[in-house]
Protein backbone atom coordinates (compact mmCIF):
# COMPACT_ATOMS: atom_id res chain seq x y z
CA UNK A 1 0.00 0.00 0.00
CA UNK A 2 1.65 3.51 -0.96
CA UNK A 3 1.20 5.86 1.21
CA UNK A 4 1.69 10.03 0.09
CA UNK A 5 2.10 12.46 3.16
CA UNK A 6 1.92 15.78 2.59
CA UNK A 7 3.12 17.54 6.18
CA UNK A 8 5.71 20.64 7.86
CA UNK A 9 8.61 19.98 9.68
CA UNK A 10 7.62 22.70 12.37
CA UNK A 11 4.23 21.00 12.43
CA UNK A 12 3.33 19.50 15.98
CA UNK A 13 0.41 17.51 14.47
CA UNK A 14 2.37 16.17 11.90
CA UNK A 15 4.70 14.46 14.09
CA UNK A 16 1.24 13.35 16.07
CA UNK A 17 0.05 11.79 12.93
CA UNK A 18 2.80 10.37 11.55
CA UNK A 19 3.40 7.76 14.77
CA UNK A 20 -0.37 7.20 15.11
CA UNK A 21 0.45 6.03 11.18
CA UNK A 22 2.96 3.73 12.62
CA UNK A 23 1.22 2.26 15.16
CA UNK A 24 -1.49 1.21 13.09
CA UNK A 25 0.96 0.49 10.27
CA UNK A 26 2.35 -2.31 13.20
CA UNK A 27 -1.03 -3.24 13.56
CA UNK A 28 -1.62 -4.44 10.09
CA UNK A 29 2.25 -7.03 9.48
CA UNK A 30 0.89 -9.02 6.61
CA UNK A 31 0.89 -5.22 4.95
CA UNK A 32 3.58 -4.07 2.87
CA UNK A 33 3.38 -0.32 3.01
CA UNK A 34 5.70 2.50 0.95
CA UNK A 35 5.47 5.66 2.03
CA UNK A 36 6.50 8.65 0.63
CA UNK A 37 6.53 12.03 2.56
CA UNK A 38 5.49 15.14 0.51
CA UNK A 39 6.94 19.21 1.51
CA UNK A 40 4.18 21.76 2.65
CA UNK A 41 4.83 25.12 4.32
CA UNK A 42 2.70 26.61 6.95
CA UNK A 43 3.99 29.95 6.53
CA UNK A 44 6.94 30.13 3.74
CA UNK A 45 6.91 33.64 4.87
CA UNK A 46 9.54 32.87 7.87
CA UNK A 47 12.88 34.52 6.64
CA UNK A 48 15.63 32.30 5.94
CA UNK A 49 17.09 32.78 9.19
CA UNK A 50 14.12 32.24 11.22
CA UNK A 51 12.08 34.22 13.83
CA UNK A 52 11.91 34.43 17.68
CA UNK A 53 9.52 31.28 18.54
CA UNK A 54 7.76 33.34 21.36
CA UNK A 55 6.77 36.07 19.47
CA UNK A 56 6.09 33.64 16.28
CA UNK A 57 3.61 31.86 18.77
CA UNK A 58 1.94 34.59 20.30
CA UNK A 59 1.33 36.09 17.11
CA UNK A 60 0.21 33.13 15.40
CA UNK A 61 -2.44 32.06 18.78
CA UNK A 62 -3.81 34.96 20.04
CA UNK A 63 -1.21 35.71 23.24
CA UNK A 64 0.54 33.46 25.83
CA UNK A 65 -2.28 31.89 27.77
CA UNK A 66 -3.65 30.35 24.53
CA UNK A 67 0.16 28.98 23.30
CA UNK A 68 -0.12 27.38 26.94
CA UNK A 69 -3.32 25.69 26.77
CA UNK A 70 -2.26 24.53 23.23
CA UNK A 71 1.08 23.34 24.22
CA UNK A 72 -0.22 21.95 27.20
CA UNK A 73 -2.35 19.92 25.10
CA UNK A 74 0.12 18.55 22.61
CA UNK A 75 2.04 17.52 25.27
CA UNK A 76 -0.07 15.29 26.62
CA UNK A 77 -0.64 13.79 23.51
CA UNK A 78 2.56 13.31 22.67
CA UNK A 79 2.87 11.72 26.20
CA UNK A 80 0.99 8.68 24.92
CA UNK A 81 3.02 8.55 21.98
CA UNK A 82 6.04 8.63 23.35
CA UNK A 83 6.73 11.60 21.74
CA UNK A 84 8.41 14.28 24.19
CA UNK A 85 7.43 17.70 22.99
CA UNK A 86 9.93 20.47 24.80
CA UNK A 87 8.53 24.01 23.20
CA UNK A 88 10.63 25.60 26.03
CA UNK A 89 13.33 24.58 24.30
CA UNK A 90 12.48 26.00 21.21
CA UNK A 91 13.99 29.34 20.48
CA UNK A 92 13.49 29.63 16.64
CA UNK A 93 10.68 29.17 14.42
CA UNK A 94 12.65 28.83 11.16
CA UNK A 95 11.76 28.50 7.32
CA UNK A 96 11.46 24.64 6.61
CA UNK A 97 12.73 24.65 3.00
CA UNK A 98 16.19 23.52 3.82
CA UNK A 99 14.94 20.46 6.44
CA UNK A 100 12.64 19.50 3.34
CA UNK A 101 15.48 19.38 1.28
CA UNK A 102 16.99 16.74 3.01
CA UNK A 103 13.75 14.59 3.34
CA UNK A 104 13.91 15.03 0.10
CA UNK A 105 17.14 13.88 -0.63
CA UNK A 106 16.57 10.42 1.58
CA UNK A 107 15.65 7.68 -0.60
CA UNK A 108 13.52 4.96 0.28
CA UNK A 109 13.20 3.85 4.27
CA UNK A 110 15.71 6.43 5.18
CA UNK A 111 12.78 9.42 3.79
CA UNK A 112 10.96 8.47 7.13
CA UNK A 113 13.99 7.70 9.32
CA UNK A 114 15.39 11.40 8.51
CA UNK A 115 11.94 13.07 8.78
CA UNK A 116 11.66 11.17 11.92
CA UNK A 117 14.96 12.90 13.00
CA UNK A 118 13.90 16.10 11.79
CA UNK A 119 10.50 16.19 13.95
CA UNK A 120 12.60 15.29 16.92
CA UNK A 121 15.69 17.90 16.59
CA UNK A 122 12.91 20.28 16.74
CA UNK A 123 10.26 19.88 18.94
CA UNK A 124 12.29 17.37 21.39
CA UNK A 125 15.46 19.12 21.51
CA UNK A 126 15.25 22.30 20.38
CA UNK A 127 17.50 22.91 17.68
CA UNK A 128 17.13 24.63 14.59
CA UNK A 129 16.15 22.92 11.58
CA UNK A 130 16.34 26.04 9.51
CA UNK A 131 20.00 25.89 10.34
CA UNK A 132 22.26 24.30 7.43
CA UNK A 133 24.79 22.62 9.14
CA UNK A 134 22.28 21.27 11.64
CA UNK A 135 20.37 19.33 8.79
CA UNK A 136 23.78 17.95 7.48
CA UNK A 137 24.74 16.64 11.48
CA UNK A 138 21.49 14.88 10.88
CA UNK A 139 21.82 13.43 7.27
CA UNK A 140 25.71 12.51 8.59
CA UNK A 141 23.68 10.89 11.33
CA UNK A 142 20.84 9.33 9.06
CA UNK A 143 23.73 7.39 7.25
CA UNK A 144 24.05 10.44 4.01
CA UNK A 145 27.07 11.89 3.02
CA UNK A 146 27.48 15.30 4.91
CA UNK A 147 29.10 16.78 2.31
CA UNK A 148 26.89 16.00 -0.82
CA UNK A 149 24.09 17.03 1.74
CA UNK A 150 25.77 20.49 2.66
CA UNK A 151 25.87 20.95 -1.20
CA UNK A 152 22.99 20.01 -2.63
CA UNK A 153 21.05 22.01 0.32
CA UNK A 154 22.95 24.58 -0.94
CA UNK A 155 21.70 24.56 -4.41
CA UNK A 156 18.92 26.54 -5.79
CA UNK A 157 17.44 24.04 -8.09
CA UNK A 158 16.35 21.72 -4.93
CA UNK A 159 15.44 25.04 -3.11
CA UNK A 160 13.22 26.28 -5.89
CA UNK A 161 12.15 22.39 -6.68
CA UNK A 162 10.87 21.84 -2.46
CA UNK A 163 9.51 25.10 -3.47
CA UNK A 164 7.30 24.65 -6.00
CA UNK A 165 6.43 21.05 -4.99
CA UNK A 166 4.61 22.82 -1.58
CA UNK A 167 2.91 25.24 -4.10
CA UNK A 168 1.17 22.36 -6.18
CA UNK A 169 -0.07 21.14 -3.12
CA UNK A 170 -1.85 24.23 -2.33
CA UNK A 171 -2.51 24.50 -5.56
CA UNK A 172 -4.50 21.56 -5.35
CA UNK A 173 -6.47 22.04 -2.39
CA UNK A 174 -4.64 20.89 0.35
CA UNK A 175 -4.52 23.77 3.39
CA UNK A 176 -4.08 21.26 6.31
CA UNK A 177 -1.45 19.54 7.40
CA UNK A 178 -1.09 16.44 7.75
CA UNK A 179 -2.54 15.22 4.78
CA UNK A 180 -2.75 11.55 3.89
CA UNK A 181 -3.46 10.01 0.62
CA UNK A 182 -3.57 6.28 0.40
CA UNK A 183 -3.38 4.59 -2.69
CA UNK A 184 -3.67 7.83 -5.18
CA UNK A 185 -7.05 7.67 -3.59
CA UNK A 186 -8.75 7.74 -0.14
CA UNK A 187 -7.77 10.16 2.11
CA UNK A 188 -7.42 12.41 4.87
CA UNK A 189 -6.30 15.31 6.79
CA UNK A 190 -5.29 15.43 10.38
CA UNK A 191 -3.35 13.26 13.02
CA UNK A 192 -6.61 11.00 13.38
CA UNK A 193 -7.09 8.00 15.82
CA UNK A 194 -5.43 4.87 14.39
CA UNK A 195 -8.60 3.41 14.00
CA UNK A 196 -8.90 5.75 11.08
CA UNK A 197 -5.85 4.49 9.68
CA UNK A 198 -6.92 1.03 10.41
CA UNK A 199 -10.85 1.47 9.00
CA UNK A 200 -8.62 2.86 5.47
CA UNK A 201 -6.42 0.05 5.97
CA UNK A 202 -8.99 -2.51 5.80
CA UNK A 203 -11.32 -1.22 3.27
CA UNK A 204 -8.60 -0.48 0.84
CA UNK A 205 -7.11 -4.26 1.19
CA UNK A 206 -10.95 -5.27 0.40
CA UNK A 207 -10.96 -3.48 -2.28
CA UNK A 208 -7.91 -5.14 -3.73
CA UNK A 209 -8.85 -8.65 -3.00
CA UNK A 210 -12.48 -9.34 -1.95
CA UNK A 211 -11.67 -12.50 0.03
CA UNK A 212 -9.11 -11.53 1.96
CA UNK A 213 -9.14 -10.39 6.12
CA UNK A 214 -7.61 -8.32 8.23
Known amino acids: ?11 PWCFVGK ?7 AQRPKLEFEVHWHPFQLNPDVPAGGVDRDT ?18 LAAVGAELDIHFDFDAVKI ?8 GLIALAEGP ?4 VKEAILSAFFEQGRDIGDLEVLVTIAHDAGLDPDQARAQLRADALNAQIAERAEMARSAGISGVPTFIF ?8 AQP ?7 FDQLTAKGNPDSGS
Open 1 to 11: MRIDIVSDTVC
Open 93 to 100: QPNTRLSH
Open 194 to 200: EDVFLEV
Open 110 to 113: RQSA
Open 19 to 25: RRLERAM
Open 183 to 190: DGSQGFSG
Open 56 to 73: YYQEKFGGRERVAAITEQ
